[in-house]
């Protein structure tokens, strides 16, 4: 048996490579210009690698009954890690994944098949100009994962594209968003604002020590109109591989008090990863 090659291509934003995983037969790291973005294991869709895309996976668990179908919206595909997942965890659910660099997804799609049966639609487009030409109330998930290189674009941090995403998420339906920062928090909270103008419940998923200012890191905002679960969602993270802490009611107000949402005109990319933070070796 042939071991696998790495795979290297110029796509349209940047120099995107696929690194084979010697511990899994069939297992994918996928960078953009040296930035992690996405672990895929052909074999085991299910299995999810980095600590933010558990995270996403556990919130994923806890939407509608335990394995029911779900119309999903995914804004960014990488290496389309959560649709495989959804598609083995949640059989017929309906799914479209918006990724702006065709080049990235012809990559993936040429080198990583989807599992058998995935009801999954790629589009090449703009994620908020997706977002604001969707139907309404078309979506139980949108799940937010975009990032130009290491940063979440300017255009997709305001209270502007935070009401497109409300117009489009069902009213039983839930918001995802990973970001990254780190104390003070001040971009992290802004987005909680924007979010806080059209959703009613928040959530924001963590690592103890990003939270505690040690180190910069990714944390999942949750957003809904109706209350979720949060209490299955304290469970399944803290009992993680990663442990994670969910912030909730009380303790997010005051994590958020004195943020003020932003408008496109002040609208900013999310903060630039200091060195090594996200790199590999």
Not at 34 to 45: F, H, I, K, R, T
Not at 62 to 87: C, F, N, Q, S
Not at 114 to 126: F, K, Q, R, T, V
């Amino acid at each position: 048996m042939n071991e696998p090659i790495p795979v290297s291509r110029d796509v349209d934003h940047g120099t995107a490579k696929l690194m084979p995983d010697v511990d899994r037969p069939r297992a994918w790291l996928l960078t953009v210009d040296g930035a992690p973005q996405s672990y895929v294991d052909l074999d085991e869709p299910a299995h999810l690698e980095f600590e933010y895309a558990r995270r996403l996976g556990h919130v994923l668990d806890t939407v509608g009954e335990p394995g029911e179908p779900l119309d999903v919206v995914h804004l960014g595909g990488g290496a389309l890690t959560l649709p495989r997942y959804l598609a083995v965890t949640r059989p017929g659910s309906r799914q479209d994944v918006v990724e702006a660099d065709q080049g990235l997804a012809e990559m993936v799609a040429e080198h990583l098949p989807l599992p058998d049966g995935a009801s999954i639609a790629l589009h090449a487009a703009d994620a908020r100009a997706w977002l604001e030409a969707a139907p309404a109330d078309s979506a139980d998930v949108l799940v937010a994962d975009v990032f130009g290189g290491s940063r979440v674009p300017a255009h997709l941090t305001s209270v502007e594209y935070a009401r497109a995403a409300d117009r489009v998420v069902r009213d039983r339906g839930v918001y995802l968003a990973n970001l990254a920062d780190a104390a003070p928090f001040d971009f992290l909270r802004s987005q909680l604002a924007n979010l806080g103008t059209v959703f009613q419940d928040l959530a924001l998923i963590a690592e103890p020590g990003v939270l505690r200012g040690r180190r910069f890191g990714n944390a999942v905002v949750v957003a809904a109109r109706e209350p979720f679960d949060v209490v299955a969602l304290a469970r399944l993270t803290a009992s993680d591989a990663f442990p994670a802490r969910v912030e909730h009611g009380a303790a997010l107000r005051k994590f958020i008090a004195g943020a003020r949402p932003v408008r496109d005109e002040d609208a900013v990319p999310s903060p630039e990863p200091p060195d090594g933070a996200f790199g590999i070796g």
